[in-house]
């Protein structure tokens, strides 16, 4: 059985979080590595990275059509 790269399953809980796009963002970055580090390694965790990815490019496709609608919250 393949280890399951960790940055993986980090992409796809802060694309599941949200958290008011930071997690969006997140979720993008460890996706790319994630993918980057699978590609080279062989890892297990394909899916999850690209699950990461997708969740994380909605939330901030989200964020950013709410803030050009101007129905964004933000809070400082």
């Known amino acids: 059985m393949r280890r399951t790269n ?3 399953i980090a ?3 802060c694309g ?3 958290a008011c ?3 969006s963002l997140m979720a ?6 994630a993918r980057r580090q699978i590609r080279a390694t062989g890892e297990g965790g394909r899916v999850p990275a ?7 490019y909605l939330g901030l496709f989200l ?4 803030f050009l609608q101007g129905n964004v919250l933000i809070v400082a």
Request: proline fraction near 3%; aromatic fraction near 20%.
């Open 6 to 8: 960790p940055y993986a």
């Open 16 to 18: 599941l979080l949200w």
């Open 50 to 56: 690209m699950a990461g990815l997708v969740f994380g």
């Open 28 to 33: 993008v970055i460890f996706g790319h590595l």
């Open 63 to 66: 964020l950013l059509f709410f």
């Open 11 to 13: 992409s796809l809980v």
């Open 21 to 23: 796009g930071i997690g």
